[in-house]
């Protein structure tokens, strides 16, 4: 396989050097080029001129590239000036759509639009939009108006005043080499050579036609003559084929026949970015040293190199990474993340969750484990949601000195001025070095945020513009977003990991795509301009369509001189991560060529399609001995109930004393709502345990409940923690019903004869079980038990919703222990069983729900049966003691239930 830029090459190998200039389209282009220039060369030479285009195009103009940051603050300096001070909005607003401002003067000055026509258009359009010819103009309409009126002058004034200091944004000095160019041509003694060109803006074009057409120079364009005949791959060089002068007398030719020759291709579906990572060190472990010298990983979406760098296989000798790691994918991006979100709060006083994003950052807990343990445990012991910073640093001054000064550097931070901010993430970055000197890679990422923090505090020096913290932090965001670490290799040996754009005028014999997917390749029809689409149309301005087909050259040259290709999408559709094959493919597959070999796969970790197996663990004899433990020492309703749910749930909670991690409450949670409700009724209920309940008696609970409630969540919760938000309303709900109850409670005891019994009572009860040689203890605790018109009622509260449907036995029992829709029934017997003795013909079991209060107290009993509670006892302990001989069974495992 010859490559496109050896073939170019070889014309040159008998022609003097000194007097060429080529220029190609990337810096990675041109490098390729001169390392193929130099190998073809037999004899000593003077290296020719060799550059990207946009080294060449600032080179012809005369003028210093600004980068798009230097863009903004310019137009922002010029929107100051023209725009009434009434009506001016900050730099942290302006920034935002100025990047598009920005770009579109860009795109206006690339293909050589009328300025003054166009924006009267686009100040037309923006009118009809907003109905600007209404007699009434609201103020945001009249001023959204005066926008569009002020825009040409804002293009205007800033070309202008660039041109004033010989600086230009990258459309401008497009438009300043056009109209310098024929003088730098007649200066210059050289032929200039444009290699591996596609898609050209008009000022490009200008360029390339008036080089060739003084005989100074030749385009070389690559393409396949299958791609140039039809293809859309080959729509801009058919347009410069049919429109440009050059090609009237002798049209454009292709540069290879190779697309038609036979391939070797395979598509994959795969779940998600993991899994295609994986199948790239799948394919990659296939291959030979000697094809691995000539394969490119190609990545369609560049968020996927740090999963395939994971999952590269071990005997890879030579790998070389052209993109560089994005500084933003880094273990330490979101620490720093978190210091900034502490800045932007500016709050003395400490969230927990603020803390705890920091506390347990990985990078941190590398470096400080034990101290930063020892903080996290006493944030969840003592439940501390908010905490000053004073009394934080106060209450931890024994840690360790290099923590406590990151402590202090990333928490007080606060009314801190941007630069007093750069220097205290400077100082971080050197107190965490010392804890990574066995990493390399660690000290790489925090030496990449070094030189960040050194860039923008340069930048500050600079400009007064950025003294603001909020447009400091978009800088820092936008910054971020486009530093990349590099690493170290050849690109010119082993495999090549690259993105897209990175791939122009290379050839590989192997190629590997990821992420072909609809919206990555090609990226869609999203894009950052204020110009209407139809307008774009009317001026040939690029639209989504022009941009698909430049997705659509580089995908199919790719494929014109290889001979295996592997394109992976992912086929998961997660969120808003799309799962739509790639159209490319979809094309390969309709337009296949009959040299072609198409292999499709769908790669899946595990079998989706079928039904997962539900897990067993089986009886060992140390499960046997913590079961008959359990067993001896007591069993609860709850404990059993939950085995009823799931009995994997039992195993992991009763027999590993797996429990819940604990963790900060700062909203109110169920089981506390209920815990607290529970508590209070037995404090005001406890001083008439054994008496008759009397009107006075529960208006005298009426008037204390409240504060009682108040200091019972507040042993649990910070006092200002219940005072906004969710927890207000929990708070307010809570007391709600326990006054609801009270006053059902009121009612009843005017009417009724209502004795307290027993309060919050523990029981327990022994029973002896058939082929067992031990007693079993059942064990419970009964909210209450009171006399109602002399019969007793055995009462469970619930603060959850519970209907009289719950409480209902089937009539032949069936399932009673095995759904867990019984359980609330489960619950109240098991009490009834443990007060077996003392049930009298009309005593019965039930639960009061405090979210169906309207209900009252709702008894259990059998479905259309006036059986009394003492009669259901003995059908009740036979479903009991087959359960709990079923758990105590060896042969039979614990066997997961289906949700």
């Not at 980068?67 to 725009?83: A, D, H, W």
């Not at 200066?187 to 360029?207: H, M, P, V, W």
């Not at 204020?530 to 369509?545: A, S």
């Not at 027999?655 to 508590?679: A, M």
Request: include cysteine.
């Amino acid at each position: 396989m010859e490559s496109f830029i050896s073939s170019v090459v070889s014309k040159f190998q008998d022609q003097p050097l000194d007097h060429c200039h080529f220029i190609l389209p990337s810096r990675r282009a041109a490098q390729a080029f001169s390392k193929t220039l130099f190998l073809n060369q037999n004899k000593s030479f003077l290296v020719p001129p060799i550059h990207s285009i946009e080294e060449f195009i600032e080179h012809v103009a005369e003028v210093r590239l600004i980068n798009n940051l230097e863009s903004i603050f310019e137009f922002y300096k010029i929107y100051k000036e023209y725009t009434h001070p009434n009506k001016q909005e900050p730099l942290d607003q302006v920034y935002n759509w100025s990047q598009s401002i920005i770009q579109d003067f860009n795109e206006i000055d690339r293909y050589q639009i009328n300025a003054e026509q166009f924006f009267g258009n686009l100040k037309a359009i923006k009118d009809i939009e907003h109905w600007s010819k209404s007699e009434v103009k609201t103020e945001l309409v009249q001023n959204y108006i005066e926008f569009w009126e002020c825009l040409p002058t804002y293009y205007k004034e800033l070309k202008a005043v660039l041109k004033a200091e010989n600086k230009a944004y990258q459309g401008m000095a497009y438009q300043e080499a056009v109209s310098n160019l024929e003088g730098f041509v007649s200066k210059s003694n050289r032929q200039f050579y444009f290699i591996g060109f596609n898609a050209l803006n008009t000022c490009e074009e200008d360029i390339f036609q008036y080089v060739v057409k003084q005989n100074r120079g030749e385009v070389f364009w690559d393409i396949d003559t299958y791609l140039l005949k039809e293809h859309s791959a080959g729509m801009f060089m058919r347009t410069y084929s049919k429109n440009w002068q050059m090609y009237q007398s002798s049209p454009l030719i292709a540069s290879t026949s190779s697309f038609l020759e036979p391939k070797k291709i395979n598509t994959y579906g795969v779940s998600k970015q993991v899994g295609q990572a994986k199948l790239v060190g799948d394919i990659l472990s296939r291959l030979s040293p000697e094809e691995l010298e000539s394969t490119a990983l190609v990545l369609g979406d560049e968020n996927l190199l740090q999963p395939i760098l994971n999952a590269l296989p071990k005997t890879l000798e030579e790998v070389n990474i052209t993109m560089g790691l994005p500084l933003k994918s880094t273990s330490f991006t979101s620490l720093f993340d978190t210091v900034f979100k502490i800045r932007i709060l500016n709050e003395d006083v400490l969230h927990y969750k603020t803390l705890i994003e920091l506390i347990e950052h990985p990078s941190l807990k590398r470096a400080f484990y034990t101290d930063l343990q020892r903080i996290s445990n006493d944030l969840k012991t003592n439940n501390i949601v908010f905490q000053t910073k004073d009394d934080f640093f106060k209450k931890w001054e024994d840690l360790d000195e290099s923590l406590v000064k990151v402590l202090e550097l990333s928490l007080n931070s606060t009314s801190t001025s941007v630069e007093d901010f750069l220097d205290r993430c400077l100082q971080l970055v050197e107190l965490l070095k010392p804890n990574f000197k066995g990493d390399k890679l660690s000290l790489e990422y925090l030496f990449g945020f070094k030189k960040l923090f050194q860039k923008l505090k340069y930048l500050l020096s600079k400009t007064e513009l950025i003294s603001d913290f909020r447009v400091f932090h978009q800088v820092y965001l936008d910054s971020l977003s486009s530093e990349t670490l590099d690493f170290e290799g050849s690109p010119f040996k082993g495999l090549q990991i690259m993105g897209m754009l990175e791939t122009r005028v290379l050839d590989f014999k192997n190629i590997i795509i990821t992420s072909c997917n609809e919206g990555i390749l090609p990226s869609g029809k999203s894009q950052n301009s204020f110009i209407p689409f139809d307008l774009k149309k009317g001026y040939k301005l690029p639209t989504y369509k022009e941009k698909d087909a430049v997705y659509a050259y580089h995908f199919f040259r790719l494929i014109q001189r290889a001979t295996t290709c592997h394109f992976i999408f992912n086929n998961a559709t997660s969120g808003v991560e799309k799962a739509e094959k790639s159209r490319f493919l979809t094309q390969l597959q309709i337009f296949k060529q009959p040299q072609h070999q198409i292999e499709n796969f769908v790669v899946s970790a595990s079998t989706s399609s079928t039904k997962s197996t539900l897990k067993e663990v089986p009886k060992t004899p140390e499960v046997m001995l913590k079961l008959k433990s359990l067993f001896t020492s007591g069993i609860s309703p709850s404990a059993l109930t939950s085995y009823i749910r799931n009995p994997l749930d039992f195993y992991r909670t009763y027999i590993l004393n797996l429990k819940e991690t604990e963790d900060i409450e700062d909203e109110i949670s169920y089981k506390t709502f209920g815990n607290v409700i529970h508590e209070c009724l037995d404090i005001l209920y406890k001083s008439y345990e054994g008496k008759r309940l009397q009107e006075a008696d529960v208006d005298q609970m009426l008037e204390s409940y409240p504060e009682l409630m108040t200091q019972l969540f507040e042993n649990i919760y910070q006092e200002e923690s219940l005072r906004t938000g969710k927890n207000l309303i929990d708070f307010e709900i809570a007391k709600h019903q326990v006054k609801r109850f009270l006053i059902q409670e009121k009612n009843d005891s005017a009417h009724h004869s209502v004795v307290i019994l027993q309060l919050e009572k523990k029981l327990e009860k022994q029973i002896q079980l058939p082929d067992l040689d031990f007693k079993i203890k059942l064990k419970g605790t009964v909210d209450r038990v009171d006399s109602f018109n002399k019969d007793k009622r055995i009462i469970d509260y619930k603060t959850g919703k519970v209907t009289q449907k719950q409480l209902q036995i089937p009539e032949d029992w069936e399932a009673f222990t095995e759904d867990y829709q019984y359980s609330k029934a489960f619950q109240v017997l098991f009490y009834a069983l443990l007060r077996e003795e003392d049930l009298g013909e009309q005593d019965s079991a039930g639960i009061i729900s405090f979210k169906n209060l309207n209900a009252g107290y709702m008894s259990c009993g059998v479905k259309k049966s006036d059986q009394p509670l003492k009669g259901l006892m003995v059908e009740f302990k036979r479903e009991l003691e087959q359960l709990i001989l079923e758990i105590l069974n060896p042969e039979i495992p614990f066997k997961e239930k289906q949700l």
